[in-house]
């Protein structure tokens, strides 16, 4: 059932970027469709008159570094994705009725990156430098009206490089809308709902709306405020408030109190609609609807974090914006495909690393249930990169932040704000100033949640602990010091922002497992000449750990309200622990492509109730080796293992352990594992040698689209011998055709050192598996997907796409 409502938020999320809307007075159009683009710099590009015949036709969101090809030798660097930037342009005509001559007329930007430039019909509009900030402009006083055109043209230059320390694609990557409204209308992110003496029994409820007067009639207004459900039904009453609307800005405070409230929480996410209506006697002049949650949470210094009034131990990652082989265009089935995967390892929460997130992971994180970080910078005045944000902090910290601020504080799901990363400034009193300077934003605009920031040198010397401006002490890494930390400091309120960095390739095993590997900063050679790191939980940074050390600590004490873990999947960019060839990152529980290492399966035993048996390696090695293997598994007592029948013993967890391990002499067969509890078998999981490839299985994550918007299915691809097991090293070279409405969207195979164009119709294999994301065009029907490989048998799967 949980499900079932997750998947109705993603259709009626999908569906307000899909359908133009009108309520009384505020109309919201997608302005995502028909859009041209040109890739390169063109003087006069911003006239309206100006000769596009020759662009590319696309809709948005669009990045267009994903549809390059890897280089070293980019100006990015493997850091930044070893993928190209560059200037491009986008360009749109379009009309509006002669009808909205009265109204005011705004277009909306979720996100540009980077450095975007606006004009409609010639005029210039603004710059915003910063590629995660969402900002609109004012069309009304350039726009033509009735059957006229009017053209768009936006300017982005990501061409300065290198400005990122991980992958940020280029372009409009994000949302874009039009809006319509009265001259008199709630402001832009005009309303701030917070809630007080929160129980089972009763919320109260007030609601901040901002009015603002843009060449309207001054005079008496009203608001009328309503607290309803998710399906459009009244649950609170409503109120009425009368104010005076001058010529500028006005606020009003209406107070509301819900009985017996469904409590927001990670495990139940219920959400409210706050409807206000402004009214001119009995006129609706303008309808601005707000999605609520109803919760109390905070942190003690002792017990950790407190929510509904229950310790809940933060279970977080870290997340990095990109989607993978779709890059950073945005996709909300793409996302919440990475949601539903984390959710069902049993993570509740997600920091938004290292920038202000997409609006659609908010919503999301609000319909099921993630507890967020919210993060604006990555550095403030002094540089990362050569030609990183610090280039315009000191010039625009301030309207970001506020916009930032602005935009996210009614989500429930924001609980934590974070001013900063691992910033250069804690070491020098700059940072005690800066701090403050944005603590003090954020506590202007929002009393209600702590103030955080991701310290990497969290000792006496910190400036932005000592400065006293945050709330909560974030705190990156070190974890043999998290239990010292705070019986030094026991008056602090504290948490890992940012934890572990453990190094992983799906289906990779060094042995022995029990010897943990670091890897640093001064090796001369890789890890493994292929690239490879093992997935045996046995590698990590310098600064890091593996899994299972941070989590065996974070798990013992409650004061450690809990941690952020780097990261939740892999992300493009930043190839710790190797640059060029690899252009991707090893630190995921899931890899690039959606597949989960065996890590995930360590988490899903330990963050979740649901049982769990995991068996690695495969079981495809050399004669008579001794390998290692391990079960993770919950919810029993013991496991036994056999191979080709023959026990191979029992196994119990001790003290903190989180998985059991056999040393095994290799003999190809099955081998199998089989927990009790009291002494009843509960599970069995086999892996079996596997023969050569012999055929191709197609599985998909759902088997129906809607049409018409950009609904994706994700196609995995598994190489499997005769018996029907995954051959483990296949790499056979995978071809992938589309019969229907559909196209391929995207390929990948979580290599890090694949090269592979990521826009193409084929994949080789890697270790068995590769992805084919299949988007949804206009038409309603039947998609087939096919797959087919050199000496093996085509294989099928249908799709229905529905309108």
Same mark, same amino acid.
């Given at each position: 059932?949980?499900?079932?409502?997750?998947?109705?938020?993603?259709?009626?999320? #999908?569906?307000?970027?899909?359908?133009?809307?009108?309520?009384?007075?505020?109309?919201?159009?997608?302005?995502?469709?028909?859009?041209?683009?040109?890739?390169?710099?063109?003087?006069?590009?911003?006239?309206?008159? %100006?000769?596009?015949?020759?662009?590319?036709?696309?809709?948005?969101?669009?990045?267009? !570094?994903?549809?390059?090809?890897?280089?070293? +030798?980019?100006?990015?660097?493997?850091?930044?994705?070893?993928?190209?930037?560059?200037?491009?342009?986008?360009?749109?005509?379009?009309?509006?009725?002669?009808?909205?001559?009265?109204?005011?007329?705004?277009?909306? %930007?979720?996100?540009?990156?980077?450095?975007?430039?606006?004009?409609?019909?010639?005029?210039?509009?603004?710059?915003?430098?910063?590629?995660?900030?969402?900002?609109?402009?004012?069309?009304?006083?350039?726009?033509?009206?009735?059957?006229?055109?009017?053209?768009?043209?936006?300017?982005?230059?990501?061409?300065?490089?290198?400005? #990122?320390?991980?992958?940020?694609? !280029? &372009?409009?990557?994000?949302?874009?809308?039009?809006?319509?409204?009265?001259?008199?209308?709630?402001?832009?992110?005009?309303? %701030?709902?917070?809630?007080?003496?929160?129980?089972?029994? !009763?919320?109260?409820?007030?609601?901040?709306?901002?009015?603002?007067?843009?060449?309207?009639?001054?005079?008496?207004?009203?608001?009328?405020?309503?607290?309803?459900?998710?399906? &459009?039904?009244?649950?609170?009453?409503?109120?009425?408030?009368?104010?005076? =609307?001058?010529?500028?800005?006005?606020?009003?405070?209406?107070?509301?109190?819900?009985?017996?409230?469904?409590?927001?929480?990670?495990?139940?996410?219920?959400?409210?609609?706050?409807? #206000?209506?402004?009214?001119?006697?009995?006129?609706?002049?303008?309808?601005?609807?707000?999605?609520?949650?109803?919760?109390?949470?905070?942190? /003690?210094?002792?017990?950790?974090?407190?929510?509904?009034?229950?310790?809940?131990?933060?279970?977080?990652?870290?997340?990095?914006?990109?989607?993978?082989?779709?890059?950073?265009?945005?996709?909300?089935?793409?996302?919440?495909?990475?949601?539903?995967?984390?959710?069902?390892?049993?993570?509740?929460?997600?920091?938004?690393?290292?920038?202000?997130?997409?609006?659609?992971?908010?919503?999301?994180?609000?319909?099921?249930?993630?507890? =967020?970080?919210?993060?604006?910078?990555?550095?403030?005045?002094?540089?990362?990169?050569?030609?990183?944000?610090?280039?315009?902090?000191?010039?625009?910290?301030?309207?970001?932040?506020?916009?930032?601020?602005?935009?996210?504080?009614?989500?429930?799901?924001?609980?934590?704000?974070?001013?900063?990363?691992?910033?250069?400034?804690?070491?020098?009193?700059?940072?005690?100033?800066?701090?403050?300077?944005?603590?003090?934003? =954020?506590?202007?605009?929002?009393?209600?949640?702590?103030?955080?920031?991701?310290?990497?040198?969290?000792?006496?010397?910190?400036?932005?602990?000592?400065?006293?401006?945050?709330?909560?002490?974030?705190?990156?890494?070190?974890?043999?010091?998290?239990?010292?930390?705070?019986?030094?400091?026991? +008056?602090?309120?504290?948490?890992?922002?940012?934890?572990? !960095?453990?190094?992983?390739?799906?289906?990779?095993?060094?042995? *022995?497992?029990?010897?943990?590997?670091?890897?640093?900063?001064?090796?001369?050679?890789?890890?493994?000449?292929?690239?490879?790191?093992?997935?045996?939980?046995?590698?990590?940074? *310098?600064?890091?750990?593996?899994?299972?050390?941070?989590?065996?600590?974070?798990?013992?004490? +409650?004061?450690?309200?809990?941690?952020?873990?780097?990261?939740?999947?892999?992300?493009?960019?930043?190839?710790?622990?190797?640059?060029?060839?690899?252009?991707?990152?090893?630190?995921?529980?899931? /890899?690039?492509?959606?597949? *989960?290492?065996?890590?995930?399966?360590?988490?899903?035993?330990?963050?979740?109730?649901?049982?769990?048996?995991?068996?690695?390696?495969?079981?495809?090695?050399? *004669? &008579?080796?001794?390998?290692?293997?391990?079960?993770?598994?919950?919810?029993?007592?013991?496991?036994?293992?056999?191979?080709? &029948?023959?026990?191979?013993?029992?196994?119990?967890?001790?003290?903190?352990?989180?998985?059991?391990?056999?040393?095994?002499?290799?003999?190809?067969?099955?081998?199998?594992?089989?927990?009790?509890?009291?002494?009843?078998?509960?599970?069995?999981?086999?892996?079996?040698?596997?023969?050569?490839?012999?055929?191709?299985?197609?599985?998909?994550?759902?088997?129906?689209?809607?049409?018409?918007?950009?609904?994706?299915?994700?196609?995995?691809?598994?190489?499997?011998?005769?018996?029907?097991?995954?051959?483990?090293?296949?790499?056979?070279?995978?071809?992938?055709?589309?019969?229907?409405?559909?196209?391929?969207?995207?390929?990948?195979?979580?290599?890090?050192?694949?090269?592979?164009?990521?826009?193409?119709?084929?994949?080789?294999?890697?270790?068995?598996?590769?992805?084919?994301?299949?988007?949804?065009?206009?038409?309603?029907?039947?998609?087939?997907?096919?797959?087919?490989?050199?000496?093996?048998?085509?294989?099928?799967?249908?799709?229905?796409?529905?309108?």
């Amino acid at each position: 059932m949980k499900y079932k409502f997750f998947l109705l938020c993603i259709f009626l999320l #999908s569906a307000t970027l899909v359908s133009a809307q009108s309520v009384s007075g505020r109309q919201v159009s997608n302005f995502d469709k028909s859009w041209l683009f040109h890739l390169g710099d063109l003087a006069g590009a911003q006239i309206a008159g %100006f000769n596009d015949a020759g662009w590319r036709k696309l809709d948005l969101p669009h990045d267009w !570094s994903i549809e390059g090809k890897f280089n070293k +030798d980019n100006p990015a660097k493997p850091e930044g994705g070893a993928l190209p930037g560059g200037i491009g342009w986008y360009r749109k005509v379009f009309t509006v009725p002669a009808a909205n001559k009265s109204k005011l007329t705004y277009i909306e %930007f979720d996100g540009v990156y980077q450095k975007s430039d606006v004009w409609v019909n010639g005029h210039h509009l603004g710059f915003r430098p910063n590629g995660y900030i969402s900002f609109r402009y004012e069309l009304t006083p350039y726009l033509k009206y009735g059957g006229q055109n009017n053209t768009i043209a936006v300017k982005v230059d990501n061409s300065s490089q290198p400005n #990122s320390r991980w992958y940020s694609g !280029s &372009g409009i990557y994000r949302h874009v809308r039009l809006v319509a409204v009265n001259k008199i209308a709630v402001d832009q992110w005009g309303t %701030f709902v917070t809630t007080s003496n929160v129980s089972q029994a !009763s919320a109260d409820i007030s609601v901040q709306t901002a009015i603002r007067n843009k060449g309207g009639k001054k005079g008496e207004y009203k608001i009328v405020t309503g607290l309803y459900d998710m399906a &459009g039904k009244a649950v609170g009453g409503q109120v009425t408030a009368k104010l005076f =609307v001058n010529d500028t800005l006005t606020t009003a405070i209406q107070k509301l109190t819900l009985q017996r409230p469904r409590l927001w929480s990670a495990d139940a996410p219920a959400l409210y609609q706050v409807i #206000s209506r402004v009214m001119a006697g009995n006129e609706t002049v303008d309808t601005y609807k707000t999605t609520v949650g109803i919760r109390d949470f905070y942190f /003690d210094t002792d017990k950790g974090f407190i929510l509904n009034g229950e310790k809940v131990k933060i279970k977080g990652v870290c997340l990095h914006h990109d989607l993978g082989c779709l890059g950073a265009a945005m996709n909300v089935h793409a996302l919440a495909r990475q949601l539903k995967m984390l959710k069902e390892m049993g993570c509740n929460a997600i920091r938004t690393s290292h920038n202000p997130p997409s609006p659609e992971l908010l919503d999301l994180a609000d319909s099921m249930g993630f507890i =967020v970080m919210d993060e604006a910078f990555d550095c403030w005045e002094k540089a990362k990169e050569k030609y990183d944000y610090h280039l315009f902090f000191k010039q625009w910290h301030k309207r970001d932040l506020e916009d930032q601020v602005l935009r996210d504080r009614n989500h429930p799901s924001v609980m934590i704000w974070s001013i900063g990363n691992e910033i250069p400034e804690q070491s020098d009193s700059s940072g005690f100033r800066i701090a403050k300077d944005l603590a003090g934003i =954020v506590h202007r605009l929002d009393s209600t949640r702590p103030v955080t920031a991701a310290n990497n040198h969290p000792d006496t010397k910190n400036q932005i602990i000592r400065s006293g401006a945050i709330d909560l002490v974030g705190y990156n890494y070190h974890h043999t010091d998290l239990v010292g930390f705070h019986e030094r400091y026991p +008056d602090k309120k504290f948490i890992g922002t940012e934890t572990t !960095s453990a190094l992983e390739t799906r289906g990779v095993y060094d042995m *022995p497992s029990d010897s943990i590997r670091r890897w640093s900063d001064e090796d001369k050679q890789p890890m493994n000449a292929d690239f490879t790191v093992s997935a045996y939980d046995n590698a990590s940074t *310098p600064w890091g750990s593996t899994h299972e050390e941070t989590w065996k600590i974070i798990k013992k004490y +409650d004061f450690l309200s809990g941690m952020f873990i780097w990261t939740g999947l892999d992300y493009l960019g930043e190839p710790t622990p190797y640059t060029w060839p690899a252009r991707s990152s090893y630190f995921g529980i899931i /890899d690039l492509a959606g597949f *989960p290492k065996d890590v995930y399966y360590m988490y899903q035993s330990e963050w979740t109730s649901k049982p769990v048996l995991h068996l690695l390696p495969h079981w495809n090695w050399e *004669p &008579g080796k001794t390998v290692d293997v391990w079960a993770y598994y919950n919810n029993a007592d013991e496991v036994e293992l056999y191979l080709n &029948g023959k026990s191979l013993g029992v196994k119990k967890k001790q003290g903190d352990d989180l998985h059991v391990m056999w040393r095994v002499k290799y003999a190809p067969g099955t081998l199998k594992a089989v927990p009790r509890k009291h002494g009843a078998e509960v599970l069995s999981a086999e892996v079996k040698t596997a023969g050569k490839p012999a055929l191709i299985q197609l599985s998909a994550d759902k088997d129906k689209l809607k049409a018409g918007d950009a609904d994706l299915a994700f196609i995995t691809a598994k190489v499997l011998d005769k018996d029907g097991n995954l051959v483990p090293f296949a790499k056979n070279k995978i071809m992938f055709r589309v019969n229907g409405d559909a196209f391929i969207a995207g390929v990948d195979n979580g290599d890090p050192t694949s090269h592979e164009p990521f826009k193409a119709n084929y994949r080789y294999a890697f270790n068995g598996l590769a992805l084919a994301v299949i988007q949804a065009k206009q038409k309603s029907g039947t998609v087939v997907v096919s797959a087919e490989a050199d000496g093996l048998p085509a294989a099928q799967l249908k799709l229905s796409v529905v309108k």
